[in-house]
């Protein structure tokens, strides 16, 4: 009938529209699934993962090497920091830190490929489980020790002399020696009578001068 075809077009157009709507609706129901799966996967997964690895390596932005963690001293868990010539300034590993001008040089032996023998060069500080040591620009002439092996002790190191602090088995005491073999010593100290051998312990509040392994003077 020709009247009644406005209202089909029609009703054809709403049920069409209703299609479309349903499957927007389908798409964003699936969306929102996956995106609800992915969450609870997500909260299921392990928090804590664990990275295993020989050896890290960190790089600058020209691709050199300035830094390693790995097992790079004598098979023992180290980590190194590198200089801009990838000289190796610090070093952290069991037997303790170091950090100096210039490290070690590192030899391969031909027998163990993967075990670098070093020659260490006159670290700057060097702080282990025996001690502490500082050593100024003329390593040789500056000095500052601290050790903790057997008694606490403090030692500086100078061109023109040597200073102890000591908590030793004979007591606490301070000396001081210069470069023409005197010096003085206050408190605690072994001292031996050069006629008959016998020693004895100074007290606390004793002080001696020596000149060239001699008394010249004690009190009290």
């Known amino acids: 009938m020709p009247q009644d075809k406005p ?3 029609e009703v054809f157009g709403r049920l069409e529209r209703v299609e479309k ?11 929102v699934t996956i995106l609800a799966g992915s969450l609870m996967l997500m909260g299921q997964a392990p928090r804590n993962s664990t990275v295993v690895a020989e050896k890290f390596v960190l790089k600058d932005v020209g691709g050199r090497v ?8 004598h098979n023992s868990p180290c980590l190194r920091l590198y200089d801009n010539d990838g000289n190796p300034l610090t070093r952290l590993s069991t037997w303790g830190l170091l950090l100096s001008e210039r490290e ?4 391969k032996d031909s027998s163990d490929p993967d075990n670098a023998h070093e020659d260490i060069q006159p670290p ?11 050593l100024g620009a003329n390593k040789r002439d500056n000095q500052v020790l601290f050790d903790w092996t ?12 040597r200073i102890d602090l000591s908590s030793s088995s004979d007591g606490p005491s301070l000396a001081l020696w210069d470069t023409r073999n005197f010096s003085t010593v206050i408190g605690s100290t072994s001292l031996e009578t050069t006629q008959t051998g016998e020693t004895h312990k100074t007290s606390a509040a004793s002080i ?7 008394v010249l003077w004690s009190a009290p």
């Open 104 to 107: 070690a040089t590192a030899r």
């Open 124 to 134: 700057l500080v060097q702080l282990s489980q025996t001690g502490l040591l500082v």
């Open 150 to 161: 057997d008694s606490p002790s403090l030692m500086l190191l100078g061109k023109q002399g």
């Open 66 to 73: 300035r830094g390693e963690l790995g097992m790079l001293c």
């Open 21 to 31: 709507e349903n499957r927007r609706l389908r798409r964003i129901g699936l969306v």
């Open 7 to 9: 209202e089909l077009i």
């Open 208 to 214: 001696l001068l020596f000149g060239h392994d001699k």
